[in-house]
């Protein structure tokens, strides 16, 4: 059967931090002649809010390898480790290079470098990849990204290597410096997905299973000393590992200490005072507070310790197009005038963190952003405009409910609710507020059946590409009645489908990014969704950290290039 | 003695029974399914399905219950990955967010939350007894107004409110002490009541209130009673008779209290936990209600009742201990 | 030589005045007794003597062996205090600390006063606990109070009293808590206490049976002030005082008796109840006969008020029967049978009127606009109308018993059980209400039940009286067969123990319980402690 | 009435009462003072917040906005706390009167029924009172449907979980009621339970009762602000003090004014109910023991 293919945002509550799919950064401060040579030494503290909750690379959901993950778990490929446009690509890590396809892109062939080993000294084979993809398939360890169960052939009904020990057929491992990936269907972005833990190395005599990721054996440039689900992760460095086989991370503190469970406050409070420890310390999921904002651009010293990054990812209101009075375009375009994109940009934290959005893709080129405002509402909404599209349309009286998380951890909660039902309110639309629990928000919202008429929704990139971000909202071949729905509106034009598998095929980056960008702005003239917001990211660093770059890809600085000496 | 325990023991295992029964029966009612959050982002039905079939949930409840029984009291068996994991009695099974044994989970907070329970109920204690014995003995009139104030606030004040202004007070505007973070007592004593005292304080607002409010009544009562105007007949010193009589006789309701109040705290207080980000019992609850964590959940009732029953055990004990006239039967 | 001398002694709280010109002597080694109903200030000046009258202000000079106690210092009163006046109160259940034990509770005070090491103090304890008659002193030193019996309490009391040889003994209403018996036994060890260590007593009562016997000389006290004051001999049988005769004129006399020819109305037969292990009522059979008044008798424990319940159909027996006219009692609430309760406090509720609460009965039967009838009773009663209106809290205990007469009356019973109607009021008062019981007897031709632990009451009251003991009946007869010739030896026993108040009878009776008991029955009965469950 | 008098003389309790009155009638005319004021609870400003900073309000009291504006909204801080008290009240005098309701009806059921029906009663109660309420009731909170209305369910929770003290004390009293002498009277004269109930005892509860019910009303509003503090209360933009709190905690350096303004509030309106509640239990019933928590 067809899957979706959902993409995620930041620190989803399962994966906690470790899913640290924030990126593309464009700006990000300017260091200097940093020598990664010179930058050995010292202990790196990580401050974090969300805890870690899983560290088996089959369970983690992450972008890139994700910012702690790729510490200990290196992958086929890997995210450029680069600020800008440059940090937006992969780059190849245990593979030789970002891959060779065939037969249209339905083949991936990979060989693995010579100098690569596990922790314990074990040289690190393709069987050892090729198993730890099998492992994700177990019912066992759940939580992983989807896409491999959708692109490999004949894995959808793959149990994983517990029940069925003979093997996924669509993955071939020759030799032990092979290995090659047989897909369902052309998937240009195959070096991008290799960037995922599922692609890291699991050693099968070392496979304890659910009990694996106490003690999950690195490949990276630092191994587990001690893990603590949700509160502490010390890392140290793992001997096997030489900076000869790995030029991307740089691995420059001797030990990470990782903390979890800290208040957003409390995090960039000694973040700013960096007392102690502290001065060697950053945290990649507090974005600064209001506190710290009042310090920033006022030449301070706190001003010279700020990583700025814009991890792509849309807040955005899903009207279902197919319940009333949402199937009415003039409704959706009335609403989209009224928006006071103002308030809710203050109900998630104000202009330094996030930015109004008026198109559905995030102003990233990665993945093809064309500007465009159809239904201006201006800075604070335009009710008048509103009212005489109603007017025009027949519509009075117009009462809707509006479905939002019960809380605000992901930033579709009460807060942004009640700015839109404020906005709304001025337009003389009276909104009622229907909060669902957010542990079965998505489930809520991803049937068909059980679907809202208008629901607060986000969507982040699992890579820097317009396809994982158009595919799963727009493709009318995504419509799930089953549960896992993410094409909310509903929508299904055969001439859309078309051009979304056009772009697909094509090899160009360049040119698909222009492509992805005009269907953007083609969809955004039906107002079928209303884009709110998207993510720009302020992370404090402390006092002694030097290199905090924030990549392309995740918004964040990269860990594995901090230096603390 | 002996048929006291062993009543004592049965009714609690009958509470806790009960217990377990109406959580597990409350998260079979409401409409949520843990799996779903288990199985992550873009879970299919048919992934779901089988998520749900290795988290033990497709059986019926009752039949998880049952499981869950033997478990507790015989141990039990995981399917996890190449082996099975042994989950040795008594076994509250594994979280479904951290996959870590309940068990373990329940015993790194409870040092936490004893931590913050018994450092407040020490210093809520000593501050309750000695300003309700002050206030008690009415030896100064304006000491007897402000101890009657500070209690009549104790009451009037949540928590959260007392924790937000010490840490507005202590660690932001005066920056005398470090936010609070759990330092193990093991790892670093002073640290540990660094990081503690807020906390402590906070709790103290509140509890030593009713301590003062008892001790003082219990006082001012014993002084009334007859066998003290027996004592001043018979040329006792007054000090003698606060000592030996008055404050033994406002110690009886005060012991029993303590018990319970330390059982309280390890086990509910959330706010406090939350308010000064220590990673207590409390907050393990709150996390696993919003995650349908439903072993954590049961296993942190559990111990909660388990707590309250054993205190109210020991809160029994300890008055036939003070009072020669209470005998356990 | 005069031990202690009082003058003019006045003690006022607030706006009332407790004690308003006090004087007496008292001799070393003599015994005077002061006695007064309620509120006459007797207990106020027990309190004064030892500077322990709090709040209270106080005139006058109390002289006790050459030091003037109502301006000496605290330090110097504390020293007489235990040493030299030693007090014996009321209430044994609670004038010892619960939480010590009873020979460390003397052992403390006499280390206080002697500065004795612990091991001569223990001693000492043993040495006055052994004196009070305690058997088994050594053991019953390490017990604590609540491991007593009342009576043994008391006697623990009297040996703490002794501790440090004191110059006088202040007992105050030392009996009023116990069974007659005990009281008996109390009073007996405190005469024999004064006489073997040559301690003054100061015996405060408001019986006068129980000074009648113990004491030299006799203060009659009424609301403070002095009524008449003189040697006890010539004060109770010559008294010339006015209130001194109506107190001597309450005290229960012996009633004509009566033939009484009704056929048995109510009929107990073999009723047994138990509570949990406690067995309160034991094979009980009897009969109340139309017309008569029943008198039941019997010490706290005996069980008297539980079969009184039972008889009113408020408690199920756990075996036997109970029937009224022949119908069991249970189904006849209501109409036939009505009860008068001990506690005018409890027994009327009060946050109702009077009349209200007589209404219900009436209105239970039916009877829609019952307030002409209940004015009636009222006024029968010997109240006002307008008492109707009144909240229990405005009356007396007087007016509260009467009230609970008339809500007895209401229904127009054949059958009125009386449990204690009388004993928690004032010796003038308990005169008058019996009266009135009497009057409404005969003129209602009621048949009574009367439950007492007075056995004089009972003589003035009752045609037949039960005598019950331990649950059962010990005896049961005609009153002058009873009285005059008992049969049963716990019948002899408390009849001997009866405090009468002439004084060369007081005498005679004191000296046959001398021969006759001398100490036995005197061990502790186990008592319950508080359970937790 | 002497007791009306005494009440009178009492100074903190007269304090009390003027200030948990004027709370009482805030809450009742809520949308009056605030059309007063000019303002309404959810109307966002965002023209007055410097959304560079995190969205700190521009200004402090302004003539506009009395108590000036929510960071990050820019709603109007006044009409929020005083629509807030329309919450924290009514939650909490509704759940006491559903505590009252079920409290008395167990204590009473408890104290006049058989043994078994005591014993089981009793155990009940216990179990409440032993039982932390708190985590109950964030528990029962997070298992509701999220669409059920929010301050009445929290009134029911609250009260759900919260009725043992009266029924203890209700059970207490009616068991030494009942063996007061008035009340067997009234069975001799053939009253039947329901009767005795209703004649004797209810009138007899109410003092101790109302004495009780006078301090659990500020401890249920601590308890209401408490669980909307942790966020399974009061949901916005439905104001309540407890939740104004919560968000709060997230400005308390940036705007201290948004802690002071509810915080005070809700001190200041428990420290009156309790001042009310202390005054009563003085006059009413001087010589109960203090078992009050």
């Excluded at chain 2, 002084?223 to 006789?249: F, K, N, Q, S």
């Excluded at chain 3, 106020?44 to 009258?53: F, K, N, S």
Aim: glycine residues 10%; aromatic residues 6%.
């Amino acid at each position: 059967m067809r899957r979706t293919l959902p993409a995620t945002l930041a620190a989803i509550t399962l994966a906690g931090s470790l899913a640290a799919c924030q990126g593309g950064g464009d700006t990000g401060t300017t260091t200097t002649a940093f020598d990664p040579a010179t930058c050995q030494g010292g202990t790196l503290s990580v401050l974090n809010q969300g805890g870690i909750t899983h560290l088996d690379p089959a369970r983690l959901y992450t972008s890139g390898g994700g910012n702690i993950p790729s510490l200990l778990f290196r992958t086929l490929t890997t995210r450029n480790r680069l600020a800008g446009e440059a940090g937006t690509k992969p780059a190849p890590d245990l593979a030789t290079d970002l891959g060779t396809p065939s037969d249209g892109a339905k083949t991936w062939n990979y060989t693995l470098r010579d100098d690569i080993f596990f922790e314990d000294g074990t040289p690190i084979t393709s069987a050892d990849v090729k198993y730890g993809i099998e492992r994700s398939f177990a019912p066992e360890l759940p939580g992983g990204a989807p896409y491999l169960r959708d692109w490999l052939v004949g894995a959808a009904a793959y149990p994983g290597p517990y029940k069925a020990p003979e093997g996924l057929t669509s993955i071939e491992t020759p030799d032990a410096k092979t290995i090659i990936f047989k897909l369902s269907k052309p998937e240009g972005d195959f070096p991008f997905l290799a960037t995922a833990t599922q692609f890291a190395p699991v050693p099968k005599a070392k496979d304890k299973g659910a009990d694996y990721e106490a003690h999950p054996v690195s490949s990276g440039p630092y191994m587990v000393e001690k893990y603590e689900p949700k509160k502490t992760l010390t890392l140290v460095r793992n001997p096997h590992w030489s900076k000869a086989a790995d030029t991307l991370r740089y691995a420059c503190p001797d030990r990470i200490e990782v903390t979890s469970g800290l208040d957003a406050a409390v995090i960039n409070q000694r973040l700013t005072s960096g007392a102690g420890q502290d001065a060697n310390a950053v945290t990649t999921d507090a974005v600064v507070g209001p506190e710290q904002l009042a310090q920033l651009g006022s030449g301070s010293e706190l001003d010279k310790r700020v990583a700025r990054g814009e991890f792509p990812s849309t807040t955005y209101l899903a009207f279902n197009t197919k319940k009333a009075p949402f199937d009415n375009p003039k409704v959706r375009e009335a609403l989209s005038y009224a928006i006071n994109r103002t308030s809710v940009v203050n109900a998630l934290g104000g202009s330094a963190v996030v930015g109004p959005s008026t198109t559905f893709l995030p102003p990233q080129k990665a993945l093809g952003y064309q500007p465009y405002d159809y239904f201006p509402a201006g800075d604070n909404g335009d009710p008048a405009k509103a009212k005489e599209v109603l007017a025009a349309a027949g519509v009075t009286n117009l009462t809707i409910e509006l479905a939002h998380q019960n809380d605000d951890s992901e930033g579709i909660g009460p807060k942004v609710a009640a700015a839109i039902q404020d906005a709304f309110k001025q337009a003389g639309v009276t909104v009622t507020l229907n909060a669902i629990d957010t542990a079965t928000y998505r489930d809520v919202t991803g049937k068909p059946a059980t679907q809202p008429g208008l629901a607060l929704a986000t969507w982040g990139a699992d890579w820097p590409s317009g396809g994982p971000f158009l595919i799963p909202i727009f493709d009318g071949r995504q419509i799930i009645t089953a549960g896992g729905n993410f094409n909310q509106s509903q929508y299904n034009d055969p001439a859309v489908n078309a051009e979304i598998d056009a772009i697909q095929a094509l090899t160009d980056p360049a040119e698909a990014q222009a492509r992805w960008g005009a269907l953007d702005a083609k969809l955004g003239k039906l107002a079928l969704v209303l884009p709110l917001t998207h993510e720009k990211d302020v992370y404090l660093y402390g006092k002694n950290v030097k290199n905090a770059v924030p990549d392309g890809w995740r918004g964040t600085y990269d860990l594995a290039r901090i230096s603390v000496k | 003695m002996t048929g006291y325990l062993l009543r004592r023991v049965g009714g609690a295992i009958v509470v806790l029974l009960g217990l377990s029964i109406i959580v597990y029966a409350l998260f079979y009612l409401a409409p949520k399914d843990p799996a779903i959050l288990t199985c992550g982002k873009g879970c299919t039905p048919d992934r779901l399905a089988e998520v749900r079939a290795a988290m033990g949930l497709d059986a019926s409840p009752p039949a998880q219950y049952w499981e869950f029984l033997r478990g507790l009291f015989l141990g039990r068996d995981f399917p996890a990955g190449p082996d099975v994991r042994h989950c040795p009695a008594p076994c509250l099974g594994y979280s479904f967010e951290t996959d870590q044994p309940v068990t373990k989970l329940l015993t790194d907070r409870l040092p936490v939350s004893a931590s913050l329970a018994i450092g407040a109920e020490i210093l809520s204690l000593a501050v309750g007894i000695g300003a309700g014995l002050l206030s008690g003995l009415r030896r100064f009139r304006i000491l007897d107004r402000i101890v009657n104030g500070l209690i009549l606030a104790g009451y009037a004040v949540p928590v959260f409110l007392v924790g937000l202004f010490l840490l507005l007070l202590f660690c932001v505007r005066l920056q005398w002490l470090p936010f609070p973070t759990y330092v193990p007592f093991t790892t670093d004593p002073a640290a540990w009541a660094e990081n503690l005292i807020l906390p402590w304080i906070a709790l103290a607002v509140i509890q030593s209130a009713a301590y003062a409010r008892l001790t003082r009544a219990g006082v001012q009562e014993s002084l009334a009673e007859d066998h003290v105007r027996t004592a001043r007949a018979y040329g006792i010193p007054e000090g003698r008779i606060v000592r030996t009589r008055a404050l033994r006789g406002a110690l009886v309701p005060l012991v029993t209290l303590t018990a319970i109040d330390l059982a309280a705290i390890m086990a509910s207080a959330v706010l406090t936990e939350t308010m000064f980000g220590l990673p207590g019992v409390g907050q393990l609850l709150v996390g696993a209600v919003n995650q349908i964590d439903l072993p954590v959940v049961v296993g942190v009732t559990l111990l909660t009742g388990f707590l309250v029953v054993v205190a109210n055990a020991v809160a029994d004990l300890l008055y036939a201990a003070v009072d020669p006239r209470v005998q356990l039967r | 030589m005069t031990l202690l001398s009082v003058r003019d002694l006045r003690i006022g709280f607030g706006n009332t005045q407790a004690v308003d010109g006090l004087s007496f002597d008292l001799e070393a080694g003599g015994a005077l007794g002061i006695v007064g109903e309620s509120g006459s200030g007797k207990s106020a000046t027990a309190l004064a003597l030892l500077g322990l009258h709090g709040e209270a202000r106080i005139e006058g000079s109390i002289d006790f062996d050459g030091l003037e106690l109502t301006s000496a210092s605290e330090d110097q009163l504390r020293a007489i205090r235990g040493a030299g006046i030693a007090m014996v109160f009321q209430e044994p259940l609670t004038a010892l600390s619960p939480f010590h034990r009873v020979g460390d509770q003397i052992a403390e005070v006499y280390r206080l006063h002697t500065g004795a090491t612990r091991k001569a103090a223990r001693e000492r304890a043993v040495e006055v606990l052994r004196q009070v008659h305690i058997a088994d002193p050594e053991r019953r030193a390490r017990a604590y109070p609540h491991e007593f019996s009342g009576g043994m309490r008391q006697r623990a009391l009297i040996a703490m009293a002794l501790a440090c040889n004191p110059r006088l003994i202040v007992a105050d209403e030392p009996t009023t808590a116990l069974d007659v018996t005990v009281q008996a036994q109390i009073l007996d060890l405190l005469d024999e206490v004064r006489t073997a260590t040559g301690a003054a007593l100061l015996l405060i009562s408001h019986d006068l049976g129980v000074v009648a016997g113990s004491t030299d000389d006799v203060i009659v006290m009424r609301r403070g002030a002095v009524v008449e004051a003189g040697a006890t001999d010539q004060v109770l049988v010559t008294p010339r005082a006015a209130y001194t005769k109506d107190l001597l004129a309450a005290v229960p006399k012996p009633s004509p008796a009566r033939v009484i020819q009704g056929g048995p109305l109510l009929r107990v037969s073999g009723v047994s109840k138990r509570f949990r292990k406690f067995t309160a009522v034991d094979d009980v059979t009897l009969d109340v006969r139309e017309g008569e008044t029943l008198g039941i008798v019997g010490e706290s424990g005996a069980g008297k008020t539980t079969l009184s319940r039972m008889m009113v159909g408020l408690i199920p027996p756990d075996r036997g029967s109970i029937t009224l006219a022949g119908a069991d009692i249970a189904r006849r609430r209501g109409r036939s049978v009505q009860m008068v309760f001990q506690d005018p406090m409890s027994s009327l509720n009060p946050r109702r009127t009077v009349g209200e609460s007589i209404a219900d009965p009436l209105r239970l039967l039916g009877e829609l606009a019952p307030r002409v009838t209940i004015e009636a009773l009222l006024v029968r009663v010997g109240l006002a109308p307008s008492h109707y209106d009144s909240y229990p809290h405005q009356l007396s205990g007087g007016m509260r018993q009467r009230v609970g007469i008339a809500r007895a009356l209401a229904p127009s019973p054949r059958l009125i059980v009386c449990d204690e109607p009388v004993s928690s009021l004032d010796v003038t008062t308990q005169a008058q209400v019996l009266a009135l019981l009497e009057d409404i007897r005969l003129e209602r031709e009621l048949t009574m039940v009367f439950v007492t632990h007075d056995l004089a009451v009972l003589r003035q009251i009752a045609d037949r009286v039960v005598v019950m003991h331990d649950g059962a009946v010990a005896e049961m007869g005609d009153v002058a067969s009873v009285y005059d010739q008992p049969q049963h030896a716990y019948t002899k026993e408390l009849l001997a123990a009866i405090p009468v108040a002439d004084p060369l009878e007081a005498r005679r009776r004191r000296a046959l319980r001398r021969a006759g008991l001398d100490g036995a029955g005197l061990d502790a009965e186990p008592l319950g402690a508080t359970q937790i469950e | 009435m002497t007791l009306f008098r005494r009440l009178l003389d009492d100074r903190a309790f007269l304090t009390g009462a003027v200030i948990a009155g004027v709370m009482v009638l805030v809450a009742l005319f809520a949308p009056l003072l605030t059309a007063l004021a000019g303002q309404d609870p959810t109307t966002f400003h965002p023209e007055l917040l410097d959304s560079a900073r995190g969205g700190v309000p521009l200004h402090g009291i302004t003539a506009d906005h009395w108590l000036g504006v929510e960071p990050g909204t820019g709603r109007d801080l006044f009409a929020r706390v005083v629509y807030g008290a329309r919450v924290s009240l009514g939650v909490a005098v509704s759940a006491l009167a559903l505590q009252l309701l079920i409290g008395v009806g167990i204590g009473v059921a408890a104290g006049l029924g058989g043994r078994y029906t005591d014993a089981v009663l009793s155990r009940l109660t216990d179990l409440t009172l032993a039982f932390p309420l708190l985590v109950l009731a964030i528990a029962l909170l997070a298992i509701v449907p999220q669409s059920w209305p929010r301050p009445a369910l929290l009134a029911v929770v609250i009260a759900l979980l919260g009725w043992g003290g009266t029924a203890r004390i209700a059970r207490g009293e009616t068991l030494s009621l009942k063996t007061r002498d008035y009340v067997s009277a009234a069975r001799v004269s053939g009253a039947g339970t329901l009767l005795v109930a209703r004649r004797e005892i209810l009138p007899g509860l109410a003092a101790p009762v109302l004495t009780y019910a006078a301090l659990i009303l500020p401890s249920n509003m601590i308890t209401e602000a408490g669980l909307s503090f942790l966020g399974v209360g009061v949901r916005p933009p439905t104001p309540s003090w407890g939740q104004m709190l919560s968000s709060a905690t997230t400005w308390f350096r940036a705007d201290p004014m948004y802690v002071f303004v509810p915080g005070a509030l809700l001190f200041v309106t428990l420290l009156a109910f309790v001042l009310v509640a202390n005054g009563v239990r003085r006059v009413v019933d001087p010589r109960q023991r203090e078992v009050l928590r």
